[in-house]
């Protein structure tokens, strides 16, 4: 993996590695958007919580596209009537069903919540 810096905390100042933000329970994700002014970026919400941290942090998904298994669409949803509004909202970590560049992000959240056994938002059917 990777132990170099890679994301440095807003708050505290504490440099991260892809290995930490990976697998180290201090740094929990939270969640995934996408913003109607960037619908081509979806971008990873984590959570620093350490004793002297507890500040939120944003990671464009992009940062990880390397570690995403698999291969995104061209084509963003956002906005569109295909969309089903997952990336919308951050608490939303349900399953998209659609061909959306967004996808294979989601899914990589998923497993990141997953391992922490964080709550993950069952499948929608």
Not at 17 to 40: A, K, R, Y
Not at 63 to 87: I, K, N, Q, R, S
Not at 92 to 98: F, K, S
Request: charged share 20%.
């Amino acid at each position: 993996m990777d132990s170099e810096r890679f994301k440095q905390c807003n708050a505290c100042g504490t440099w991260m590695s892809l290995d930490d933000i990976l697998s180290n329970h201090c740094i929990q994700p939270i969640g995934i958007t996408v913003l109607e002014s960037s619908p081509d970026t979806a971008y990873f919400y984590f959570v620093h919580r350490t004793r002297d941290c507890g500040s939120s942090f944003v990671i464009p998904s992009d940062d990880f596209a390397h570690l995403v298994a698999d291969v995104a669409p061209e084509a963003t949803l956002m906005g569109t009537a295909a969309c089903e509004g997952h990336c919308a909202s951050i608490e939303d970590t349900a399953v998209c069903r659609q061909a959306c560049r967004n996808v294979p992000f989601r899914n990589f959240l998923r497993k990141l919540l997953k391992a922490r056994e964080i709550a993950v938002q069952p499948t929608l059917k």
